[in-house]
């Protein structure tokens, strides 16, 4: 919504899009993977290495996905749609010089939908790296997206002080999929691995990850907001605060 410089009046129903169509994209990889989990063993070794490749991407500064919003389906749409400059409210269409055009609120509709399934791929194995009941995943999912609406808006200046936030969830990521990997040895069916036969692993159980979890989490959320870095990023918007006040 950035990228597009969507109006404040506009963003609730930008957002109510992109939970549906993330809910729907979500809800598919959610079956798929767990139809694969149940025929093999051997995808947990699949979902650790999207989780480290996206926790590796996301240390190195290259995993922001709002800046796909000018991707192959943007760049698309905008050689084969004419589109405005300028919204026309909430519409989608608009008339021009006695000409009907797309308003950019259709490309922010077509980046959203992109971004969101390009987040399924990561949020799938995560929640599967903690439990592999579909419904506790299908549920925690539903719930997560359903709270999104009121979290953006609660949790959106805060997010600009958040600088060690990235570090922190590739982290994260990063333990996931060594879980994953460590369940994959654990139940290894792999004829090129030790055999075909199980490696004798330890697994890490729910109860610790969770503990991890929320630790990584914590220490990000308080290393940021008490960093130099983290108070220099909340000024600006502290004083645009003032001006708008005066």
Same mark, same amino acid.
């Given at each position: 919504? $950035?990228?597009?410089?969507?109006?404040?009046?506009?963003?609730?129903?930008?957002?109510?899009?992109?939970?549906?169509?993330?809910?729907?994209?979500?809800?598919?990889?959610?079956?798929? #993977?767990?139809?694969? +989990?149940?025929?093999?063993?051997?995808?947990?070794?699949?979902? #650790?290495?999207?989780?480290?490749?996206?926790?590796?991407?996301?240390?190195? @500064?290259? @995993?922001?996905?709002?800046?796909?919003?000018?991707? &192959?389906?943007?760049?698309?749409?905008?050689?084969?749609?004419?589109?405005?400059?300028?919204?026309? #409210?909430?519409?989608?269409? $608009?008339?021009?010089?006695?000409?009907?055009?797309?308003?950019?609120?259709?490309?922010?509709?077509?980046?959203?939908? #992109?971004?969101?399934?390009?987040?399924?791929?990561?949020?799938?194995?995560?929640?599967?790296?903690?439990?592999?009941?579909?419904?506790?995943?299908?549920?925690? $999912?539903?719930?997560?997206?359903?709270? %999104?609406?009121?979290?953006?808006?609660? &949790?959106? /200046?805060?997010?600009?002080?958040?600088?060690?936030?990235?570090? @922190?969830?590739?982290?994260?990521?990063?333990? +996931?999929?060594?879980?994953?990997? %460590?369940?994959?040895?654990?139940?290894?069916?792999?004829?090129?691995?030790?055999?075909?036969?199980?490696?004798?692993?330890?697994?890490?159980?729910?109860?610790?990850?969770?503990?991890? +979890? +929320? /630790?990584?989490?914590?220490?990000?959320?308080?290393?940021?907001?008490?960093?130099?870095?983290?108070?220099?990023?909340?000024?600006?918007?502290?004083?645009?605060? &003032?001006?708008?006040?005066?």
């Amino acid at each position: 919504m $950035t990228s597009f410089a969507v109006p404040r009046m506009l963003q609730q129903k930008v957002l109510l899009f992109g939970i549906a169509v993330a809910l729907a994209a979500r809800t598919a990889f959610i079956f798929a #993977g767990a139809a694969l +989990i149940a025929q093999f063993s051997w995808v947990f070794y699949i979902f #650790g290495a999207i989780l480290f490749v996206t926790g590796a991407q996301l240390m190195l @500064g290259k @995993g922001d996905k709002s800046d796909e919003a000018d991707n &192959v389906l943007i760049r698309l749409a905008r050689r084969f749609l004419k589109t405005t400059d300028h919204y026309d #409210g909430d519409r989608m269409t $608009t008339t021009t010089l006695g000409r009907r055009r797309f308003t950019p609120m259709l490309l922010v509709m077509v980046a959203i939908g #992109g971004t969101d399934i390009l987040f399924a791929l990561d949020s799938i194995p995560a929640i599967y790296g903690l439990t592999q009941d579909v419904y506790i995943v299908f549920t925690a $999912t539903a719930f997560s997206l359903l709270g %999104l609406r009121q979290l953006y808006f609660l &949790v959106d /200046g805060l997010l600009d002080r958040l600088v060690y936030l990235s570090y @922190g969830l590739a982290a994260i990521l990063a333990f +996931i999929g060594a879980k994953l990997v %460590l369940h994959a040895l654990h139940e290894n069916a792999l004829p090129f691995v030790n055999g075909g036969q199980p490696v004798p692993v330890v697994e890490i159980s729910t109860g610790p990850s969770l503990g991890v +979890i +929320i /630790g990584v989490l914590a220490v990000t959320v308080v290393a940021s907001l008490v960093s130099p870095a983290g108070r220099a990023r909340s000024r600006p918007r502290a004083e645009q605060s &003032v001006e708008v006040a005066d």
